[in-house]
């Protein structure tokens, strides 16, 4: 074995292994001395204790050690090769688990809240399957990893852990392909040493499993997640592995080793665009399987699909949405995340799913984790679906909750109940939550994520007034021009909005003036807008009809931009006498009529509700002494004949006067 695992070190070399991880540099940390341990320093060498022996390999001695980047200090974990003192386990094969058992081993796995518990768990056990084994490295990695580093690296030190690490690297030779595949893949996750003697042994073995070319597509696929944090993309065994999963045809692919070459791909082998042809294979055959697809599966799918950018697999996005109605009470807080993220990510949604949400988001708003609440009712608001019963529960739930939440948490649920121009029937106490959580963690927002918040309040008629002067301020503009790319158009619009909102509904306003500098001329823009553009098709019937209703195109003016920066869809001029003037004409204009010609983009898609920006829009130029006269489309699309047109915007906008004939 010693002259096996010599030979082998060249392929760490082919693999691209590094003494560290790309990320930069890190720190390979002392192991807390322990009965049958071995002291590792930072250069990766190892001090041998009496009860400890270790293979020299002409690489340098290496010891099971984490890596985490600078500047954290993580203990690292080793297991000596013999006279190990701790609990034992026997990795058995004989007696391979069934499918049942290995479901209830994992259900109680997924029941522990915490790694302790886990090794509670595992310190009952004698005999252990080696996949069950893997699970459970699995599971430990699942509860401590937290970005590049584990939240508690002593957890390395504990004697199950280090009892599982011997055991599988003193029987590597006889593991299962599903359990050897899974181990590395566990203690990759774990941040081991990739030159540890455990990690060498399982990779040598792996490789050899590879060259005899019987592992299946999911072995395949764990494996290549495995190399790909070893090795990183260009690893050898990587590439040996994706070909090997090229070489089977994906329509008699079974729904694990389908699952298994998402998850593989959605990780950097797939993102370079090289194996398109091996993905749209894939999706074809994921549209047939779709409707037996169980909860996991479904948010693993979408999740994938989003980390590729699929877009042209819609399809197969639309045929994962369909299932996910069957799942929507089953799906756990992080995978309702990503199935709602996908939605949002490819514009799409479905009646069903939508009906699913409403029965389902009452009975969870005070339990779920906060950003599962946050993320569901952004979805409602992305999709510019009013849905009463999501909003208010969510209203009343932020009322108890609102300090679990993160700023950005907060303002993004806000930013909902503004886009769509919804007050709950608590709005009173819901406000009365933000504007407490404003006083108490003011400083804690960034300054984009509060001027949203802000904007987001007077899109509801809820006016920040005690905290508006802050964001005026000399020093808050200066942080935002010096976060991100600067102040952009979109910016610029909302601070101009919210100042002209204080000085038309609030009058006793007297705080800190917006600097013209930082003012804009027209709310309407390309890309994202404070006003809706019109709707062309629309505009132009309606045109056709004013045209037969007026007697000429002179008589009204399109596409109108005020000097209070909103632009008219039509705009209408009446004398002191009620007679309409010329569109051309300044003087002796009495009365300004301005017509909004509201498209279906205009509404919410469920309830035909005015669209929050569209609200304050109509509201503000009321105030600025126009006539506002809406042509929603929902009535107008009834009108079958130029008749009924004309008589229709007669009616809209001169109800007390005669039609005369031209």
Request: include cysteine; charged fraction near 20%; charge should be positive.
């Amino acid at each position: 074995m010693a002259l096996n695992l010599i030979q082998r070190c060249q392929l760490f070399r082919q693999c691209g292994v590094q003494r560290f991880p790309p990320g930069g540099p890190v720190r390979a940390a002392r192991l807390l001395r322990a009965s049958g341990g071995c002291l590792s320093t930072s250069a990766g060498g190892c001090i041998p204790s009496r009860c400890c022996k270790k293979l020299h390999l002409d690489c340098g001695r290496r010891t099971l050690t984490t890596l985490v980047q600078e500047p954290s200090f993580v203990a690292s974990s080793s297991v000596g090769l013999h006279r190990y003192s701790g609990p034992r386990f026997r990795l058995t094969q004989l007696h391979p688990p069934t499918a049942a058992e290995e479901q209830a081993f994992r259900q109680r796995l997924e029941g522990c809240s915490s790694s302790r518990r886990v090794f509670a768990l595992l310190h009952t056990l004698e005999t252990l399957p080696d996949t069950m084994a893997a699970a459970a490295l699995h599971r430990v990695a699942d509860l401590e990893h937290e970005g590049g580093s584990l939240k508690d690296p002593a957890v390395l030190e504990d004697d199950a852990v280090r009892a599982l690490c011997f055991q599988l690297e003193r029987d590597s030779a006889r593991l299962t392909d599903a359990g050897l595949v899974s181990a590395l893949l566990a203690c990759t996750r774990l941040l081991l040493d990739p030159w540890s003697t455990l990690m060498v042994r399982l990779v040598s073995e792996s490789q050899e499993r590879l060259d005899r070319g019987q592992m299946s597509v999911g072995q395949l696929c764990t494996l290549g997640r495995a190399m790909l944090a070893v090795g990183g993309p260009d690893c050898v065994m990587l590439e040996q592995a994706m070909a090997q999963i090229k070489t089977q045809e994906p329509a008699r692919w079974s729904l694990e080793d389908l699952t298994a070459a998402y998850r593989f791909l959605q990780g950097a082998a797939g993102r370079d665009g090289k194996h398109r042809d091996l993905l749209n294979a894939m999706h074809s055959h994921a549209v047939t399987v779709a409707s037996r697809l169980d909860p996991p599966a479904v948010s693993g799918l979408l999740g994938a699909l989003v980390a590729l950018n699929q877009v042209q697999a819609m399809p197969l996005v639309i045929s994962l949405c369909k299932r996910a109605v069957r799942h929507v009470p089953r799906f756990t807080d992080e995978e309702l995340n990503v199935v709602l993220g996908a939605l949002m990510h490819f514009g799409h949604s479905d009646q069903y799913f939508v009906e699913a949400m409403e029965r389902h988001v009452p009975t969870m708003t005070f339990t779920a984790h906060p950003e599962t609440v946050t993320t569901v009712i952004q979805f409602f608001g992305r999709r510019s679906i009013l849905s009463p019963p999501v909003f208010d529960a969510v209203a009343e739930s932020f009322v108890y909750r609102a300090d679990d939440y993160s700023t950005g948490q907060v303002a993004r649920q806000v930013a909902a109940f503004g886009k769509l121009g919804y007050l709950p029937p608590n709005a009173a106490e819901m406000f009365g939550k933000v504007e407490t959580v404003l006083r108490a963690r003011f400083s804690h927002f960034q300054p984009r994520t509060l001027l949203n918040l802000l904007h987001s309040c007077t899109l509801v008629e809820r006016f920040p007034v005690n905290f508006v002067s802050r964001v005026f301020s000399r020093y808050f503009l200066q942080q935002l021009e010096e976060e991100g790319t600067g102040m952009d158009r979109l910016i610029l619009a909302q601070l101009t909005q919210l100042y002209m909102t204080l000085k038309l509904e609030c009058p006793f306003y007297e705080g800190s003036r917006l600097l013209p500098k930082y003012r804009v001329k027209s709310f309407l823009m390309s890309g994202r807008s404070l006003e809706t553009p019109i709707d062309a098709h629309l505009y132009n019937s309606v045109k056709n009809g004013l045209v037969d209703l007026l007697g000429a195109r002179s008589y009204f003016g399109s596409k109108v931009l005020t000097p209070y920066c909103y632009t008219l869809d039509v705009e209408i001029k009446l004398d002191e006498e009620g007679y309409v003037l010329p569109a051309s004409q300044i003087d002796d204009v009495y009365k300004r009529i301005a017509l909004c010609i509201d498209g279906q983009k205009r509404f919410t898609t469920s309830t035909r509700q005015l669209l929050g920006k569209e609200a304050i829009k109509q509201r503000h130029l009321r105030l600025l002494g126009y006539e506002v006269i809406q042509i929603p489309y929902h009535e107008f699309e009834n009108l079958k004949s130029k008749t009924k047109v004309v008589e229709y915007l007669h009616q809209r906008i001169f109800p007390h006067t005669y039609r005369l004939s031209w």
